[in-house]
């Protein structure tokens, strides 16, 4: 794999990640900031993995209780169910909303997963230093950071939902536990996403192939 | 970092890069960042906790049919809590009921007990009640009531009618015996006093069939009114009773003619019973009068052999000793006898022998009124001619009822005391007698010739038409003949009664008060009497003066 270039780093260069004002930077020094705009700059994100490790786990051990736990609480005069995230797909399916179920499953299910399957993957290739597809990794990356925000799509038809719906006896709908839960798996998926730097991936290239 | 002349690309290294401002600023920890993973943890595992503690034990009811039950829909509901949910609905491997599996919350676990009942909570209409209505709308469920036993359980079979009475009810549960369970049902009242006290639970058959057991409860604090010596009786609908007393209608309240009830009552003399415990078996009577009666405690069985038909004779018919019942039919059945190759009709009888009162004898003190025992009385009765007889109570119905008697004609007969139960000798009953004697003119009638008696007759018959045949042409002869000597002999018999009529008119006319011939007999008479007078004076005269015959008549010579 052929590359042009040095990196910045290796010159001392360091450009913001704010207003991508490139300055010079003696060492690594945590207080470095941007002389135009003030905010902080590194050769690389401090800690970077240690961080997006820490959000990618807890996002893990929500991940469960999001999927687990009650979602929604819809009563009506006549039932009152509870439903989970995929028993509220299984019924908008059996329903005949096939696409409303895919939609749903894909954006509350699938993403989440794959956003927190996709960080593992390239929290662990970088910490191992692999070169291993890297421009594939490097392209699920900025799919993470695209994709993240839309998988709230279930806590926004939640609120919708909860505000507008609110008949007392007739008709009520509730977030349950998993809703907390779930918002706070794609909050932390987009935290883990931000902190994570990509820049980290390139150096294993850089060190294999010494200019 | 390595920031060396080397590099091989002086261009980018320009005083127009600037450089970064070095502030120094307390730093925060990098090891705060997992805070945040150790509350998802925290979170996580108070969550997962949590619903491992909410999580309670999964149940199995069985029920007959699914009706109404939908799993994740149908819930579970203690005094109408929800405190679980169906999960599943299933049918059994022997497809012989469904299988209910459902989650109960956690708080409810004790509530799982071995006496605890499940039952489908549906609209429901029944005789005293309407129930469920608001299952019309939200689905059924599943009705719970929690035993009170301390064994735990898992799997249960569902009841198939809501029980009447829950378990934590206060009051208390006793069994009826009864030979008949009438029109009471499941939920059927309790009166105490015209009081509705308590319901019917349950109406079973007991083991063999032979009795109908009904479990009933008595609410509190009724149920201290039971005691041991209570008497159950049937105070269902209308009574119609037929028997050897006639024709009897009673009725209780409007709803136990609608929906049966029981009634009770402790007689008075058994007050002081202790209260009875619960799950104590009674009897229940048909009536209230059958109840009361039978306050005897000593209840002896007899056995009567009867060789005529008892029809017309029922259990239940009283045992009668000159009008006073001593006790009653209890079973009536035919028996072969192997000797004879006779059915005889077997009459079981109880009999109270404590109401025949022995009069204690002068000087012997008995404390105990039946005084001898029964055996002694009934030795001595039979020795004295009594007998079992079968009689007629009521010539209208046919009712037959058992009469003990005395008949000193009797043959000599003792009790069969080894037989089981003991065997009373009997007479022949008078319906019995009545038909003998029947039988008897029968058998004589058969063994007339009556073949002979008819050619007799016939013959008789013959003569006789003859015989009439001359006496009609006499007839005809007299007719003929002697009808007109007759009509003249009538005519002269009427002329002469004409002249005596005459006659006696004339007769009549002389003889009337102002009639010539009265007055000519007055004057007669009055000059009779005048001549009697003066015979009369005539007479005096000749007895003082007999000269006078002879020389005349003197004047008066005073």
């Known amino acids: 794999m052929g590359w042009p270039g040095v990196s910045a780093a290796s010159r001392g260069l360091c450009s913001c990640l704010v207003c991508g004002l490139v300055s010079r930077l003696d060492d690594d020094r945590r207080d470095a900031h941007c002389p135009r705009c003030g905010a902080r700059l590194h050769f690389r994100r401090p800690d970077s993995l240690q961080r997006c490790w820490a959000l990618v786990i807890a996002s893990y051990i929500l991940y469960l209780p999001a999927n687990l736990m009650t979602m929604m609480e819809t009563g009506t005069l006549i039932s009152y169910r509870t439903d989970t995230i995929m028993s509220g797909v299984i019924h908008l399916w059996e329903n005949d909303n096939q696409g409303i179920a895919v939609i749903v499953f894909v954006a509350s299910i699938l993403v989440p997963l794959f956003k927190l399957l996709v960080l593992t993957l390239l929290l662990i290739s970088v910490r191992r230093g692999s070169t291993w597809k890297i421009r594939t990794r490097v392209q699920l990356y900025r799919v993470v950071e695209l994709v993240g925000r839309w998988s709230m799509l279930d806590i926004f038809v939640m609120t919708i939902l909860a505000a507008l719906v609110q008949i007392q006896s007739m008709a009520t709908v509730k977030a349950g536990p998993a809703a907390v ?29 010494p200019l | 970092m390595n920031d060396t002349p080397q590099n091989p690309e002086p261009a980018v290294e320009g005083a127009a890069i600037p450089n970064a401002v070095i502030e120094r600023r307390k730093r925060r920890s990098s090891q705060l960042i997992w805070l945040i993973p150790t509350i998802a943890l925290i979170i996580g595992l108070s969550l997962i906790a949590r619903t491992w503690m909410e999580k309670g034990p999964v149940i199995t009811i069985s029920f007959k049919s699914g009706d109404g039950i939908e799993a994740g829909k149908t819930k579970i509901k203690y005094k109408d809590v929800q405190i679980g949910l169906v999960r599943s609905v299933t049918i059994a491997k022997d497809r012989s009921s469904v299988l209910v599996t459902a989650d109960i919350a956690k708080d409810a676990e004790g509530f799982l007990k071995a006496d605890t009942r499940f039952w489908v909570v549906r609209p429901r209409i029944s005789g005293s009640s309407i129930s469920g209505l608001g299952t019309l709308t939200a689905g059924s469920y599943i009705g719970m009531d929690v035993g ?155 056995r009567l052999v009867f060789r005529e038909s008892v029809r017309g004779l029922t259990v239940g018919a009283p045992v009668d000793l000159r009008g006073l019942t001593v006790g009653e039919v209890t079973r009536i059945t035919g028996e072969l006898d192997p000797a004879t190759r006779q059915v005889a009709m077997a009459v079981n009888i109880r009999f109270y022998p404590e109401r025949i009162k022995t009069r204690p004898r002068a000087g012997k003190t008995t404390p105990s009124s039946p005084g001898i025992g029964s055996r002694e009385l009934l030795d001595g009765m039979v020795k004295q001619g009594v007998r079992a007889q079968l009689r007629s109570g009521n010539l209208l119905t046919g009712q037959q009822f058992i009469a003990l008697d005395y008949f000193p004609d009797a043959a000599p007969a003792r009790i069969n005391w080894r037989s089981l139960p003991p065997e009373l000798p009997t007479v022949i009953g008078m319906m019995g007698q009545f038909q003998q004697s029947l039988m008897k003119i029968v058998l004589k009638l058969e063994q007339l010739p009556l073949q002979e008696l008819t050619t007799d007759t016939r013959k008789a018959v013959q003569s006789l038409d003859a015989t009439l045949q001359s006496a009609d042409k006499l007839l005809q002869n007299l007719d003929a003949n002697l009808v007109p000597e007759t009509r003249k002999l009538f005519e002269e018999a009427r002329n002469a009664l004409d002249s005596a009529n005459r006659t006696l008119g004339t007769v009549r006319q002389a003889m009337a008060t102002d009639g010539p011939l009265q007055l000519d007999l007055r004057d007669t008479l009055r000059e009779l009497g005048r001549a009697a007078a003066a015979l009369r004076q005539l007479g005096t005269y000749l007895e003082q003066h007999p000269e006078a015959l002879l020389k005349g008549k003197q004047e008066d010579r005073r």
């Not at chain 2, 015209?194 to 479990?215: A, F, M």
């Open chain 2, 148 to 302: 009170s036993s301390s064994e735990d359980r898992n799997s249960f079979v569902g009841l198939e009618a809501p029980p009447a009475v829950t378990l934590d009810e206060a009051g208390r549960q006793f069994v009826l015996h009864a030979d008949d369970v009438g029109s009471l049902s499941t939920g059927s009242p309790i009166f105490y006093r015209h009081l509705q006290v308590g319901e019917v639970l349950s109406v079973e058959l007991d083991k063999d069939g032979e009795n109908v057991l009904l479990r009933v409860f008595i609410r509190s604090p009724y149920d201290r009114f039971v005691r041991n010596r209570t008497l159950f009786w049937h105070a269902s609908g209308i009574d119609f009773s037929l028997n050897a007393d006639g024709f009897k209608v009673n009725t209780e309240s409007l709803l136990s003619i609608m929906m049966g009830g029981i009634a009770f009552q402790t007689p008075e003399d058994a007050d002081d019973a202790p209260q009875a415990e619960a799950g104590r078996h009674f009897m229940l009577f048909s009536t209230k009068t059958e109840a009361l009666r039978r306050l005897d405690s000593i209840v002896e069985n007899y």
């Open chain 1, 181 to 209: 839960a779930f918002g706070a798996v794609v909050v932390l998926t987009m935290f883990a996403a931000q902190v994570f730097d990509p820049r980290l991936m390139w150096d294993p290239v850089r060190k294999e192939k």
